[in-house]
């Protein structure tokens, strides 16, 4: 697809997307408030992990309804936090004309196996405001018409000429409470010149504070530790995994951040064919500090299959407080003032 047709392509979308017509589509499904968050407790927070399928959508009323499925079923279940998946808002991408055409056009693999990150960033360049609206506005009056709060996943967002990896926070009014950049990207995301972010957020919601750990920034003990000690009690990671989720693989990564800390940590994951030649498996899951949890391997609950699922659990925030691991908590502040730049 030639620059001239993605230019008249994203002309016609910023046409057909607009804050607007969200609103209107969303009007008409009448979603009734909730009143999960009337009465909110520190011993019974619930939170919602969503495993979402990635699948084409015909129109921007079949995506926000499709949405809002996941939302109102989480809702139902008593969610007050509902966490969407990393890249989640790229989604509406496939509202494009000639979406198949496009995808097939940044299939062509480079040697290392990956799309070519060149077109991808191209078509981003072309597509990303529609694509960013319909979900941005989307996530907030969902929050707002459910009366809870929404971590909306990440997406893939130019911030000037800048582009990054983004995640954002919804209160329950369907404003946005703050949002998180990637800090640790991966190498396709470096080729296509997503920018890392330098900073770790907390962001006080009302089933407590939060921290949001984008992807393979839950690799990495670092991130989760500045997390705690900035005042965090719950990571919420939104992921992707591509190929095969295997049972090793809940036991790594966030689940070990969880174990160090002594906090919660929230997973949310795509599952399906992402159409650039590899698929996803979702993952979602729950994780708690070992001594919370009766098996004692850190899952609280996880997602039965590769399939669409929902899991929703509450959390005992309380309890946290209870817990100290010397091996991991205690800190060597003289030592770590005289190494540290050392280390990095």
Known sequence: MNKFTMSNLALLMSYKVSAKEIEKIVDRLEILPSDNLYAVS?????IASLQVLIKPYSSLADYIVDMNLYVADAVNRRAQLVCFPAYAGLLPVSLVPQYEKSLAEAHPLTETGSPDPTRVHQALAYFSDFVYEAYFCTMSALAARHRICIMSGS???????????????????????????KIITSKLEQDMGVLPADEIRVFESPVGPVSILI????DYFETAHIAKALGAKILLCPSVFPGEYTPITSTLGLN???????????????????????????????????????????????????GPDIICVPLNLDRLDQLRCPYTQDKNRDLMHKYIDRLY
Do not use: I
């Open 42 to 46: 520190s011993q019974a927070v619930n």
């Open 256 to 306: 070990m951040r969880v174990q160090e800390t002594k906090l919660y940590g929230v997973q949310s994951c795509l599952t399906g064919d992402t159409g650039l030649g590899f698929t996803v498996e979702g993952g979602c899951a729950v994780y708690a500090p070992n001594e919370m949890v009766k098996l004692k391997n850190g899952v609280v609950s996880k997602a039965g299959g590769p």
């Open 215 to 218: 992807g393979s920034d839950a």
């Open 155 to 181: 997406t893939l967002y130019f911030d000037g000429d800048a582009l990054c990896n983004r995640a954002f926070l919804f209160g329950h009014q369907g404003d946005l409470v703050g949002y998180q950049d």
